[in-house]
């Protein structure tokens, strides 16, 4: 059971991610984690929500025709408006245990690349849902907050953070972004090039939780040094015959398929670098870059950047909570973060 002091503190801040959406509850800290994702069956022309989250997960590519399940969030932005309220509603609603609260007041992080109308969207299905108020924080700015760094100071500091749908490259000082770029490649683009190479070079078509699993277990972005690396066991439907068959996929296979993705990501930091004032460009030589977000995990990312730009790149200590976490601090300190919170009023 919850105190009174719990009961007060409705007000959160919310990563809605494309793969997983974290909320954060003031005083609290992090107390959801659930992937984003919905099922739902139409009845009489209007969707009918059967499931969210994990449960919706484990439906995704299972289901029979007169179910969907879908991931309403798609490269860091809202696809299907009707399903992210849905979703929203249903983990305000979980967070609070209870089916009466007072409306709270949400923020919510967005990629930077983000269009005024995608701004527009995340913030009317926050508010359709249940907020009384609905404010948007730069993903950029949360992850750095996140992972510790000293925004704030009058130095730069560069983070990348590597999402489900998009890479954010920031450089940021005295609390702003002073250059930002937002590339559509994430965790997803990974999924999809795993995919890709499987049908291409193995003739097995294979679905996203299969990928995922290869990304998770073996992934890598560097050839291993012995040509060949671990090895998984993977399932999928073989495309000359049509049917299930088994093989083994090896990291150096996983690396090669890996290529492209990694490499737009090599690109966008270096883009950033290029177009960093010389002075904070200097700074980053010093303190390095700070690499956040589920992205971050992949085995041996940091040595693939290193390579390529000569830095210092770390990881930071919870990549895949940085965002919530950076969000939840600008809802404790609102004040000192006024000026990057957007209320739209």
Known sequence: MFGLTDLFSSDMAIDLGTANTLVYVKGRGIILNEPSVVAYHIKNGNKQVLAVGEDAKLMLGRTPGSIEAIRPMREGVIADFDVAEAMIKHFIRKVHKRTTFTRPKIIVCVPHGATPVEKRAIRQSVLSA?????????????????????????????????????????????????????????????????????????????GEA??????????????????????????????????????????????????????????????????????????????????????????????????QTGLTISIADEPLNCVALGTGKALEYETQLRHVIDYDS
């Not at 949360?142 to 000293?150: C, D, E, L, T, V």
């Not at 399932?235 to 398929?257: M, S």
């Not at 002075?279 to 980053?284: E, G, N």
């Open 130 to 206: 249940g907020a009384r108020r609905a404010g948007l924080f730069a993903a950029p700015i949360a992850a750095a907050i996140g992972a510790g760094m000293p925004i704030t100071d009058p130095t730069g500091s560069m983070v990348v953070d590597i999402g489900g749908g998009t890479t954010e490259v920031a450089v940021l000082s005295l609390g702003d972004i002073v250059y930002a770029r937002s590339v559509r490649v994430g965790g997803d683009r990974m999924d999809e090039a795993l995919i890709n190479y499987l049908r291409r070079q193995q003739n097995l078509m294979v």
């Open 210 to 307: 299969t990928a995922e699993r290869i990304k998770t277990t073996i992934g890598t972005s560097r050839m291993p040094d012995n040509g060949r690396g671990a090895s998984l066991q993977i399932r999928g439907r073989d495309l000359l015959n049509g049917v299930p068959k088994e093989i083994e996929i090896t990291q150096a296979q996983v690396a090669e398929a890996l290529a492209e993705p990694v490499q737009a990501i090599c690109e966008a930091v270096m883009t950033a670098l290029e177009a960093t004032p010389p002075d904070l460009a200097a700074d980053i030589v010093d303190r390095g870059v700070m690499l956040t977000g589920g992205g971050a995990l992949l085995s041996d990312l940091d040595m693939s950047l290193r390579e």
